[in-house]
T-cell receptor, first 112, second 109 residues
Framework: NAGVTQTPKFQVLKTGQSMTLQCAQD?????MYWYRQDPGMGLRLIYY???????DKGEVPNGYNVSRLNKREFSLRLESAAPSQTSVYFC???????????FGDGTRLSIL | DAKTTQPNSMESNEEEPVHLPCNHS???????IHWYRQLPSQGPEYVIH???SNVNNRMASLAIAEDRKSSTLILHRATLRDAAVYYC??????????FGKGTRLSVIA
């Protein structure tokens, strides 16, 4: 029972490099999300997709793009990584209309 | 999401019950009360949710005040593994969940 799967688990980038974080869910949820969590801080929403074919900005979308590839997959792209984007990135699914929200284990991203 | 207020931190002894409070005085009649927790170095996980009646599951119990302006998450017997940040959230329709600062629970052996 995989739930929400994120890849990679860890990544180190140099400033200016690009990278795509992958997320897949097997719970047939319509909605999917990307959050970031800086050390000692709370979760902040980057982008979300309420259903296949739609995406919306969250609280901190600058510097990121997303693609809802199909119902299962929602990717997050950093086009030109900056040190300020060093964080742990969590993907989640579900959570609308009082559905419980399920999270992946996170991607720990360091940008030098 | 309607605003919730939680203590920043709480401490409990192992194997004792823990009562984690949440105030939500602006709750509307259709708002559910959700609780999540985040263990160290992990993503948040769903714990329990309810509307008016008290709720129980294998992880915890949720006690909801009669006026619904407050609720309490009850861990019946805290273990070291329950040390986490606990979030009380009132989801709003079709908008994404907003995670506040939560309550950091420490469990002492």
């Amino acid at each position: 029972n995989a739930g929400v799967t994120q890849t990679p688990k860890f990544q180190v980038l140099k400033t200016g490099q690009s990278m795509t974080l992958q997320c897949a869910q097997d719970m047939n949820h319509n909605s999917m999300y990307w959050y970031r969590q800086d050390p000692g801080m709370g979760l902040r929403l980057i982008y979300y997709s309420a259903s296949e074919g739609t995406t919306d900005k969250g609280e901190v979308p600058n510097g990121y793009n997303v693609s809802r590839l199909n119902k299962r997959e929602f990717s997050l792209r950093l086009e030109s990584a900056a040190p300020s984007q060093t964080s742990v990135y969590f993907c989640a699914s579900g959570g609308l209309r009082n559905q419980p929200q399920h999270f992946g284990d996170g991607t720990r991203l360091s940008i030098l | 999401d309607a605003k919730t207020t939680q203590p920043n931190s709480m401490e409990s002894n192992e194997e004792e019950p823990v009562h984690l409070p949440c105030n939500h005085s602006t709750i509307s009649g259709t708002d559910y009360i959700h609780w999540y927790r985040q263990l160290p170095s992990q993503g948040p996980e769903y714990v329990i949710h309810g509307l008016t009646s008290n709720v129980n599951n294998r992880m915890a119990s949720l006690a909801i005040a009669e006026d619904r302006k407050s609720s309490t998450l009850i861990l019946h017997r805290a273990t070291l593994r329950d040390a986490a940040v606990y979030y009380c959230i009132l989801p709003s329709g079709n908008t994404p969940l907003v995670f506040g600062k939560g309550t950091r629970l420490s469990v002492i052996a």
